[in-house]
């Protein structure tokens, strides 16, 4: 597990901890409701999360509403890879060797002893695509555990899961989010990924303020490592 959290970023969370305890994010963004429609797009603040916002793919599916109110993360990835799309699925619904190519996901285990992901699975998974450790108390392990429900599964292209943190705080899970996987055919063996999530909580708006740009950056890693691994089997 890569540990990026720590540095610079430890001085900057004892900032702001007790303002994201109480408030939401200075710019919230809206509930996202899309389903598969171009909604309106908020004018860019500057800040990777209204970049990503503006950019975000009209053909990906959401659960209507995903969240009621505001959401303060979300990310927007695309990637070319030079493989087929079922080739891509393969390694996507083979959840537990996530580890084995991509850094920021770890100990996948699915419920029930099932070998892939499908509809309705549920499974855990270590989440380190925005950073939970608060200072609240938690061990790493309690902060960075997540439950996951699959909600969409259409092979070969489209695959989307919530998560919920195991911690909680008084205002609930301390990260709730939603990964969402749209894999588009642009030839037998080409393929463009697009790769979203959308977060909110605590961790979510410390994240949105201290480093707004985490879950970017860490989804680019994820589809590096996807092109990677994909490309191996033409």
Request: proline share 7%; glycine share 6%; aromatic share 10%.
């Given at each position: 597990?890569?540990?990026?959290?720590?540095?610079?970023?430890?001085?900057?969370?004892?900032?702001?901890?007790?303002?994201?305890?109480?408030?939401?994010?200075?710019?919230?963004?809206?509930?996202?409701?899309?389903?598969?429609?171009?909604?309106?797009?908020?004018?860019?603040?500057?800040?990777?999360?209204?970049?990503?916002?503006?950019?975000?793919?009209?053909?990906?599916?959401?659960?209507?509403?995903?969240?009621?109110?505001?959401?303060?993360?979300?990310?927007?990835?695309?990637?070319?890879?030079?493989?087929?799309?079922?080739?891509?699925?393969?390694?996507?619904?083979?959840?537990?060797?996530?580890?084995?190519?991509?850094?920021?996901?770890?100990?996948?285990?699915?419920?029930?002893?099932?070998?892939?992901?499908?509809?309705?699975?549920?499974?855990?998974?270590?989440?380190?695509?925005?950073?939970?450790?608060?200072?609240?108390?938690?061990?790493?392990?309690?902060?960075?555990?997540?439950?996951?429900?699959v909600v969409e599964c259409e092979?070969?292209?489209?695959?989307?899961?919530?998560?919920?943190?195991?911690?909680?705080?008084?205002?609930?899970?301390?990260?709730?989010?939603?990964?969402?996987?749209?894999?588009?055919?642009?030839?037998?063996?080409?393929?463009?990924?697009?790769?979203?999530?959308?977060?909110?909580?605590?961790?979510?708006?410390?994240?949105?303020?201290?480093?707004?740009?985490?879950?970017?950056?860490?989804?680019?890693?994820?589809?590096?490592?996807?092109?990677?691994?994909?490309?191996?089997r033409k």
């Amino acid at each position: 597990m890569v540990n990026y959290y720590c540095g610079p970023l430890l001085v900057v969370c004892s900032l702001f901890l007790i303002m994201i305890s109480t408030t939401r994010a200075a710019n919230p963004l809206p509930a996202v409701t899309v389903t598969g429609q171009v909604t309106p797009i908020p004018a860019p603040q500057g800040d990777a999360v209204y970049r990503d916002w503006a950019e975000r793919s009209p053909e990906v599916h959401w659960p209507t509403p995903m969240f009621n109110k505001a959401a303060e993360i979300f990310a927007h990835n695309q990637i070319v890879i030079d493989a087929s799309c079922q080739a891509v699925w393969d390694h996507l619904v083979h959840a537990a060797l996530w580890p084995q190519w991509c850094a920021y996901s770890g100990k996948v285990r699915i419920w029930g002893g099932a070998q892939v992901l499908q509809k309705n699975t549920k499974f855990t998974w270590v989440s380190a695509d925005v950073p939970q450790q608060l200072g609240l108390g938690l061990s790493l392990s309690q902060a960075q555990n997540v439950d996951a429900l699959v909600v969409e599964c259409e092979p070969p292209s489209r695959l989307g899961f919530r998560s919920y943190g195991r911690a909680w705080t008084e205002r609930g899970p301390l990260i709730a989010s939603y990964h969402n996987w749209y894999i588009k055919p642009l030839g037998p063996k080409k393929c463009l990924v697009t790769f979203e999530e959308v977060a909110t909580g605590r961790a979510a708006r410390f994240a949105r303020i201290a480093y707004p740009e985490v879950a970017h950056n860490s989804h680019d890693e994820w589809l590096e490592g996807l092109k990677r691994i994909s490309e191996v089997r033409k």
